[in-house]
């Protein structure tokens, strides 16, 4: 458990988490120690001399004060260790998730990392915090007490041992026994958070569709499912708690009639055996204690082990030694890519000579964006190479990369916070000045201007209280400002509102100006103003050429430009 | 009876089955009984487990009289305790397992009344809210809500009760003792209120914001995760979240340095080694007195311990118990929310004429987005609204299916106001193709049939096939069946284009189309060219139009503008005035011609 902490969080916790344990150990031993003390003072009251008792009272005494001290000093050391390395994981993990590549996240992604982010990591961190002191001491003292009555009486101290490896197989059997209904329940939970997010976000379309009157049905099933997994886990549990409850009870009563037996038999004194009853009692609270524990030690070394596995899942990687690309121009070679099962491309092959404009065109799904994705490296392909300026983009730093390109979404996700913090996310060290020029170049002042707070004015979570259009001024005033000299543009027009489209296709006209372009795009008159058009299908590049060679060719990009050029039938 | 005054009436009246802020006590009586069943398990079980340790005493009673020991009574005291040991097994074992399962229970039902709350509640309400905020109260919050219903009842209540009763027993052995034996409670209670003071509570809630903000900002950051990346740095781009997160680690060193001392104190005050101490100390002075019997010190060594359970109870318990005490208040809150309000008496539309009248709205108070729209549109038309972004269409189109009420005037259907229409007649009558394409994570054919869950598969087909989307389904992995999100992603045209065979299939007499034409592909422009085509008949439709086609082909163009209608008639007679229409007609083209010229004049850099 601790070996998998360490290993999650890596070595440079190692040692105060070491001496936090050491410290915790030695604390149980000194209280099951000073109930040593408990056996001559019970001997002296219970006999006929109590004013024996005494010095060893103080003694008792004594020991109660070191293990005041020992105690307050070990659940510091835990509380600082549990801290220390919260904010080390929640660094390690914001920073791990960024390098992850796109493909990791789908759907169920979002739950499972603002659970694991939430209560996984408090959980998980809790462990040095609050579950290692009552642990080691629900282990420890009982073990000492043992060792002591044993001290005292060899036969009740062997009996009490008997304990010890039933105890072991039955944590043992416990943690193999409910792992499985862990498992699940913890699968279930995530699909249910999974569903709860979908049917929050998506209150409209079920609004519209009249799924919010009744139950709605894949919400309910999730959340039943839960009750299910939780009602097996409950299951699951139970006879290993009744079990270690049985074994403890079993052992004492054991005691009672050997102490019964012994005591009868003259064997030894009254005082002494009922010392050592007392023992005995102090023995099953803390191994009764452990099921509970033990529970939530399960508990968080099953977010530590789903932690570990997202640390695990291998981020792109880093050249060693980074290479500058020489200029700006784009090549795939050879490109094949698969996400999942599907082949996306195959052995697809395209230039783009610096300072050109490429427009990508093709039928829905056959992987336009994914194109554009490649050269940013969201993903890394399967076989062949993507170059930037003559260079695998598997060589070029991520820092070295982005810094070249700018992307303006088919989707524009904003960052909830002000326009201008959404905007300076281009380059964050960029003056007011040319925050505003990048802002009037992509006629995102106009919007500034009508809004009441201006470049204050907040967006929103995903920018939602934004238009579509304002999204994508925004978007595009961000990558003006990023002035990078390759530029991806994935269907800008999109979302664009015709009354201004004017003054937004001047804005990406300046954004276009003088750089490399890859633009993706579905509104055919859009892809005139490219240089050259490569018509996407089946994982290659069908055609490619200017736009009067594609016409006059008479093929599939032609075929495309008639259909959308002919006119709107109603019949 | 439906008159404005009945009107008003009506929609002051909640629905019955709508969730109105039932109480917590509303949700949890039909558990009652299990409650109660668990908790006098559990108060017997920890009854009996006193068996053993009387065991003990009376042993030691026994061992020590002078005199012959009686071997029968021996024997009898240990069969007791022993017996003591196995009801204190059966009994809290079945408490413990009672609890978990009604636990499951109750979770479920709060989930479930969470889900229809929520599925009440006006949407205007979800825009203020974050959703990983609100995904925090159904999931986690509930969840929290554990130790109030699996411990709470069963455990607490024993941990009152077993001391009560040790308590009474050891008052009848020895009362100085037993006052000495309190004297760590007391101390570890006299604590109790530092851990209580304000600035501890208002580092309470301060822990629990941040908590809040850390699921608020993961969402969001895995959300942009593109963005992210494209503009690099990591360290920068999602700082959100690293803020968010130092933050909450502070808060919580903060919190745990001021609980620590107190909470140290409290733990040290009622540990064993100190109350053995404490007992010891007293005992030994009374038994050297000659006030004690020796043996007598036996039972407030077992027994003495046991004392400490209240205060340990409420110690160890309380951060959890408290957290859920703040969990079920956010809980009751969301629960709170005032739903939509359904007519009470709902009156059946006649006919599909959609009406608006003098309708203005606000999303805050100082911000009207509608001021004052009157339109009608009628059956067997299609109305294009124009307008630049931020004039308000969206906001317009979205009042028809109600998913906000208007803040003055009204939308009629058929002639009855929408406030009086039960909502599934509504939704059975207005069909929606939004701004924002969403498929939920369910099958392609669950996808379509979203509206409509009773429609076979063939009418599925039919729809797919009329929006252009039929081909493309069939070449998914599992055809119709495959799993939207999981097995494969769709192309936003093909999203687009799967939303509008939903809106096919679902038939209803009224269509909403909003910004359909984003994202549109050729195939997907002919799809909805199709679909309106189809459609047309006696439908009433609305669109909101981004393409000159849309607005040539619709009956009624109406343009928008800052909240108000500034234009409305028929496409043509608009571009003849040379108005607005005319305007915007005139700038698309430039932008066309721009277009062109950017090529034409070839200006970029070779």
Redesign the interface.
């Given at each position: 458990m601790i070996r998998m902490l360490l290993r999650v969080l890596g070595d440079e916790y190692a040692w105060a988490m070491r001496r936090t344990v050491i410290l915790m150990t030695v604390t149980a031993v000194v209280?099951g120690l000073?109930?040593a003390l408990?056996v001559p003072?019970?001997r002296a009251?219970?006999?006929s001399t109590?004013?024996d008792?005494?010095p060893w009272?103080v003694a008792?005494?004594a020991?109660?004060a070191l293990?005041?001290v020992l105690?307050?000093i070990s659940?510091?050391s835990g509380?600082r260790v549990g801290?220390t390395m919260?904010?080390g994981m929640?660094?390690r993990l914001?920073?791990h998730?960024?390098?992850l590549p796109?493909g990791w996240?789908?759907?169920?992604?979002?739950?499972e990392?603002?659970?694991l982010?939430?209560?996984g990591l408090?959980q998980a961190m809790g462990v040095a915090?609050h579950l290692l002191a009552p642990f080691i001491s629900a282990l420890v003292t009982p073990l000492t007490i043992v060792a002591v009555m044993t001290a005292f009486n060899w036969r009740m101290g062997l009996a009490a041992l008997l304990a010890a490896p039933v105890v072991a197989a039955i944590q043992a059997r416990t943690a193999r026994a409910t792992a499985a209904a862990d498992a699940e329940r913890h699968e279930r939970?995530q699909e249910?958070?999974?569903?709860?997010?979908?049917?929050?976000?998506?209150?409209?379309?079920?609004?519209?569709?009249?799924?919010?009157?009744e139950?709605?049905?894949?919400?309910?099933d999730s959340?039943?499912d839960?009750?299910r997994a939780?009602?097996r886990t409950?299951?699951a549990t139970?006879p290993s708690?009744?079990g270690l409850?049985?074994t403890v009870?079993a052992i004492?009563?054991a005691l009672?009639?050997l102490?019964?037996h012994l005591?009868?038999g003259g064997n030894i004194g009254?005082?002494e055996?009922?010392a050592i009853?007392?023992l005995a009692?102090?023995c099953a609270?803390p191994l009764l204690s452990l099921s509970d524990i033990g529970g939530k030690l399960r508990g968080a070394r099953s977010e530590l082990a789903r932690l570990e596995a997202v640390l695990r899942t291998e981020p792109l990687r880093e050249p060693r030694e980074p290479i500058q690309p020489a200029h700006h121009g784009l090549e795939f070679d050879a490109v094949t890519f698969r996400?999942?099962?599907?082949t996306v491309f195959d052995e697809m092959s395209l230039t783009v000579p610096e300072?050109?404009?490429l427009a990508v065109v093709g039928?829905?799904?056959a992987g336009?964006?994914t194109l554009l994705q490649l050269l940013?490296r969201?993903y890394d392909v399967d076989a062949g190479a993507v170059r930037v300026g003559g260079v695998d983009v598997r060589a070029i730093s991520?820092?070295g990369?982005?810094?070249r390109?700018?992307?303006v979404?088919?989707?524009v996700?904003?960052?909830?916070?002000t326009i201008e913090e959404n905007v300076r996310?281009?380059r964050?060290d960029a003056d007011v000045a040319e925050v505003r020029a990048a802002a009037t170049a992509a006629r995102l002042d106009e919007?500034i201007e009508?809004l009441?707070a201006g470049w204050e004015t907040n967006v929103?979570?995903?920018g939602?209280?934004l238009?579509?259009?304002?999204r994508q001024r925004v978007s595009i005033a961000?990558a003006l400002l990023?002035n990078a000299p390759i530029v991806m543009l994935d269907?800008v027009t999109?979302?664009?509102?015709?009354?201004?489209?004017?003054a937004v296709?001047?804005g990406i006209?300046h954004l276009?100006?003088?750089r490399t372009v890859v633009m993706v795009a579905?509104?055919?008159?859009?892809v005139?103003?490219?240089?050259r058009i490569a018509f996407l299908d089946g994982g290659r590049i069908v055609e490619e050429g200017s736009?009067a060679d594609l016409l006059d060719h008479g093929g599939r990009y032609a075929d495309?430009w008639n259909?959308?050029m002919?006119?709107?039938?109603?019949? | 009876m439906t008159s404005t005054t009945d009107l008003a009436q009506t929609i002051e009246q909640p629905d019955a089955d709508s969730a109105a802020g039932p109480s917590m006590t509303r949700l949890l009586r039909p558990h009652l009984r299990s409650f109660v069943a668990v908790a006098l398990l559990q108060v017997i079980g920890a009854l009996a487990g006193l068996a053993?340790?009387l065991?003990?005493v009376e042993?030691?009673r026994t061992?020590?009289s002078p005199g012959p020991?009686d071997?029968t009574h021996?024997?009898t005291?240990?069969t007791a305790?022993?017996a003591g040991?196995?009801v204190?097994?059966l009994f809290?074992?079945a408490s413990?397992?009672i609890g978990?399962?009604l636990?499951?229970?109750v979770?479920?039902t709060f989930?479930?009344q969470l889900?229809?709350s929520?599925?009440?509640v006006p949407?205007g309400w979800?825009?203020r809210r974050?959703?990983?905020e609100?995904?925090?109260v159904?999931?986690?919050d509930v969840?929290a809500v554990h130790p109030f219903i699996a411990h709470a009842p069963g455990e607490l209540v024993a941990a009152f009760v077993v001391p009560l009763v040790s308590l009474i027993y050891l008052f009848t052995v020895d009362w100085r003792l037993t006052l000495i034996t309190l004297i760590p409670v007391v101390l570890a209670i006299a604590l109790v209120p530092l851990l209580m003071l304000p600035a501890r509570t208002r580092e309470q809630e301060a822990y629990d914001a941040a908590?809040g903000r850390?699921?608020?900002s993961?969402?969001?950051?895995?959300?942009?995760?593109?963005?992210?990346?494209?503009?690099?740095?990591?360290?920068?781009?999602?700082r959100?979240?690293?803020t968010a997160?130092?933050d909450?680690?502070s808060i919580?060193?903060r919190w745990?340095r001021g609980m620590?001392a107190v909470a140290?104190g409290m733990?040290?005050a009622l540990?064993?080694?100190?109350v053995?101490?404490v007992v010891?100390?007293g005992?030994?002075a009374l038994?050297?007195s000659g006030g004690l019997a020796?043996?007598d010190?036996?039972p407030f060594?077992?027994l003495g311990?046991g004392l400490t359970a209240p205060v340990a109870a409420l110690g160890h318990g309380f951060d959890d118990l408290q957290s859920a005490g703040r969990a079920v208040g956010r809980i009751k809150d969301v629960l709170a929310v005032p739903p939509l309000p359904e007519p009470a008496h709902p009156r059946p539309p006649q006919g599909h004429r959609v009406e608006l009248r003098d309708v203005r709205f606000a999303y805050d108070a100082d911000?009207e987005v509608l001021r004052g729209i009157d339109l009608v549109l009628e059956p067997g038309t299609v109305t294009a609204v124009?307008?630049?972004?931020?004039s308000g269409k969206?906001t317009l189109v979205?009042l028809l299916?109600r998913?906000f009420d208007p803040t003055h005037g009204s939308v009629l259907l058929g002639g009855v106001d929408l406030r009086e229409i039960g909502?599934?007649e509504?939704?059975?009558r207005?069909?929606?193709v939004?701004?924002d394409v969403?498929l939920?994570?369910?099958s392609v054919a669950?996808n379509i049939a979203?509206?409509m869950?009773q429609a076979g598969r063939d009418d599925v087909v039919r729809a797919a096939r009329l929006a252009g989307i039929h081909d493309?389904v069939l070449r998914l992995?599992r055809g119709y069946d495959t799993v939207l999100?999981?097995?494969?992603?769709?192309?936003?045209?093909?999203a687009q284009?799967i939303s509008i065979a939903?809106a096919l299939l679902?038939d209803a007499p009224i269509l909403v189309l909003d910004?359909a034409t984003?994202?549109?592909?050729?195939?997907?422009?002919?799809a909805i060219?199709?679909a309106?085509?189809t459609l047309?008949g006696d439908r009433t439709i609305v669109v909101i139009a981004?393409?000159?086609?849309?607005v040539?082909?619709a009956d009624t163009v109406v343009v928008l503008e800052d909240g108000a209608i500034v234009e409305r008639g028929r496409p043509t007679d608009l571009l003849e005035r040379g108005g607005r229409l005319a305007a915007?007609w005139r700038?698309?083209q430039?932008?066309?011609i721009?277009?062109?010229g950017?090529?034409l004049r070839g200006?970029?850099?070779?």
């Open positions: 209280e000073s109930y408990l003072v019970l009251l219970l006999g109590p004013a008792a005494v009272l008792f005494g020991a109660v293990y005041a105690r307050y659940d510091l509380m801290t919260l904010r929640y660094h914001g920073e998730l960024a390098r796109l996240y789908n759907a169920g992604r979002i739950g990392v603002s659970v982010a939430g209560r408090l915090a939970d249910a958070g999974g569903r709860v997010i979908e049917f929050l976000r998506d209150q409209p379309l079920l609004r519209a569709a009249g799924r919010t009157g139950r709605f049905q894949l919400l309910d959340l039943l839960v009750q939780s009602r409950v299951l139970l708690a009744v409850t049985l009870q004492f009563t009672l009639v102490g019964a005591a009868l009254a005082a055996i009922l009853l007392v009692a102090r609270d996400h999942g099962q599907r300072g050109q404009r039928p829905s799904g336009k964006s940013a969201f991520t820092e990369l982005m810094a390109i700018a992307i979404f088919q989707d996700y904003l960052f909830d916070g996310l281009g964050p919007v009508r009441p929103g979570e995903g939602t209280l238009s579509g259009g304002e961000r990023k269907e999109s979302a664009l509102d015709p009354m201004n489209e004017a296709h001047e006209e276009m100006a003088g579905h509104r055919m008159r859009t005139q103003r490219a240089d736009h495309f259909l959308s002919a006119p709107a039938a109603r019949e | 053993p340790l065991a003990v042993l030691g061992l020590l020991i071997h021996v024997w005291v240990v305790g022993a040991l196995l204190r097994l809290t074992a413990a397992g978990h399962l636990d499951s229970r979770q479920l989930r479930r889900a229809a929520l599925g009440h949407l979800f825009s974050r959703t990983g609100l995904a925090k159904v999931n986690e969840s908590m850390i699921a608020s993961v969402v969001e950051f895995v959300q942009g995760i593109s963005v992210v990346k494209a503009f690099g740095g990591g360290e920068r781009a999602h959100a979240f690293l997160a130092d909450f680690v919580f060193s745990v620590s140290a733990q040290l540990s064993p080694p100190f053995l101490l010891l100390i005992g030994s038994i050297a020796p043996a010190l036996l060594l077992l311990l911000h124009v307008g630049p972004s931020g969206s979205q299916p998913f909502s599934r509504l939704y059975r207005v069909s929606f939004l701004q969403r939920l994570h369910a669950d979203l509206a869950p493309r992995p999100g999981e097995e494969t992603k769709l192309s936003g045209g093909e284009r939903r679902a910004e984003s994202f549109a592909d050729p195939q997907t422009e002919q060219r199709r309106l085509a047309s981004h393409r000159l086609e849309t040539a082909d915007f700038s698309r430039s932008a066309e721009e277009t062109h950017g090529v200006d970029e850099p070779r």
